[in-house]
């Protein structure tokens, strides 16, 4: 058996190198691009945006340039679903002409496991599809079945295989991808893991709580020593004590095995493996992830992932270097072109509007006013290039990029490579945010950067 590029015999004999993760197998030199959300309604290229073309240029430099897909793209001329009501907090749609402009950026992986995935039900998820399809972009987390939804989907690349798992913990409840069950169908949607939240209260907070508890009707509510439950109408509240005053979550035991068993699957059949999620916990307002997942990170790399990408927040969050692979625990936004048209009438009635005399750009505006969308945070974020020599992350750069927040609203959320001083502050508060994990981040020439030793253990 001819044995592959940096591969011992004891990994080409059991499949599993000596820290016990899968195989990877890419090429020295190997460069992986990350970015945030991907919220766009219209190609870019063609335009050549100010300061647009470098950050192109960036993209066509790498071995795989991944970003999550925040829309759907189709033609609403000749498109046969309709706007749901039950959709992501906005209706996502691109013009098609979008899925060769994507191309032309040079993406070629994406995920789309999101909330917004089936804002226009399964048509648009299928139209989306259909559409990067014919461009030849390789996107994953979403499927006509939960096992299609949550398989890896592959990309070849001169220097080695890539897979991508894409799974999202924020999602519409009706959009949960679901397998057959004996005589029942699946069902079409996203790979989700569900999440359970509690809301984490001091100890004699939840005595008074529990004390509340106790005079509700018989069926009101329900609780033990450790927490307590109170049963509403339409869902429920959980309650715990704790240390500190915030949110907490425990993951699906089902759903996590099935994504440790697609990131297995996905690197057995491949040389890297990108494992993504899309997830708004705790809030859009934390700049730290939420309490379940630095340990869930660390699973699925000792699965056999490469890279840990999380987008959702809208915002930065920290870096963790983790057995040689990154983390990002956020990147943010990369684009945030949210001039929407056409908008379902949901959303006029969410923001008082009529559509028989507001527009759906004003509809667009109210949105972005309601959820906060105003502050500059949500305009910053970071180009990532990793390269890997020796199967580890030697060197990670951090491109700060800022999204033409001065913009009129037609305009912004157009990347670009963000000036010195405000280069700066973003890359300063990468460094705050990646501290508690242990990760250094110098600042050289504007720009970030983590160097690593691709020999060591840790």
């Not at 002409?97 to 994406?110: E, H, I, R, V, Y």
């Not at 890997?388 to 700060?400: D, G, K, M, T, V």
């Not at 508060?429 to 253990?457: H, M, Y």
Request: include cysteine; glycine fraction near 10%; proline fraction near 6%.
């Amino acid at each position: 058996m001819e044995r592959l590029p940096n591969q011992s015999k004891s990994t080409e004999d059991t499949g599993y190198d000596r820290v016990g993760t899968l195989t990877t197998n890419v090429a020295d030199g190997f460069t992986m691009v990350a970015v945030g959300d991907l919220i766009v309604s219209r190609p870019l290229t063609t335009a050549h945006p100010p300061g647009f073309d470098p950050i192109v240029k960036i993209f066509h430099d790498a071995d795989v340039t991944f970003g999550n897909l925040e829309t759907n793209i189709f033609d609403i001329r000749s498109f046969e679903g309709s706007p749901q009501a039950e959709y992501g907090g906005a209706y996502h749609v691109s013009l098609p002409a979008l899925a060769p402009d994507l191309k032309a950026m040079g993406f070629n992986l994406l995920s789309r496991a999101n909330n917004h995935s089936l804002d226009w039900g399964v048509e648009g998820m299928r139209e989306t599809g259909r559409a990067l399809d014919q461009n030849g972009i390789v996107h994953a987390g979403v499927g006509e079945n939960r096992a299609q939804a949550g398989a890896a989907r592959f990309v070849e690349t001169p220097r080695g295989r890539v897979a991508l798992v894409s799974f999202a913990t924020t999602f519409t409840s009706l959009s949960r991808a679901a397998d057959p069950a004996g005589e029942a169908p699946g069902r079409a949607g996203v790979n989700s893991l569900r999440l359970t939240e509690a809301l984490v209260v001091s100890s004699d907070m939840l005595d008074s709580l529990r004390q509340m508890h106790s005079e509700m009707p018989q069926n009101g509510g329900r609780g033990d020593q450790n927490q307590v439950v109170f049963c509403g109408i339409k869902s429920s509240v959980t309650y715990k004590a704790g240390d500190k005053l915030g949110y907490s979550y425990e993951t699906d035991s089902y759903d996590v095995a099935e994504i440790m068993r697609n990131v297995r699957r996905g690197k057995q059949f491949a040389d890297f493996c990108i494992v993504t999620n899309h997830g708004h916990e705790p809030g859009r307002w934390s700049q730290e992830p939420s309490d379940y997942e630095p340990s869930f990170a660390h699973s699925l790399i000792d699965a056999g992932a490469d890279a840990y990408v999380v987008h959702g927040p809208h915002q930065l969050r920290g870096i963790e270097i983790y057995k040689g692979r990154p983390i990002f625990y956020s990147l943010g936004n990369f684009v945030m072109d949210d001039l929407r048209t056409p908008v379902g009438a949901d959303m006029f009635a969410a923001h008082g509007k009529d559509p028989r005399t507001d527009t759906d750009a004003e509809v667009s505006v109210a949105e972005m006013i309601r959820w906060g969308f105003s502050d500059p945070v949500f305009y910053e974020s970071a180009v990532t290039i990793s390269r890997f020599e020796q199967n580890r992350l030697a060197e990670l750069h951090l491109y700060p990029i800022e999204l033409n927040r001065s913009q009129r609203f037609a305009d912004r959320g157009i990347p670009r490579l963000a000036p010195g001083p405000q280069g700066r502050v973003i890359l300063d508060r990468l460094q705050k945010l990646s501290r508690p994990f242990g990760t250094q981040i110098a600042i050289e020439n504007g720009v970030g950067v983590i160097r690593l030793d691709p020999t060591s253990p840790k």
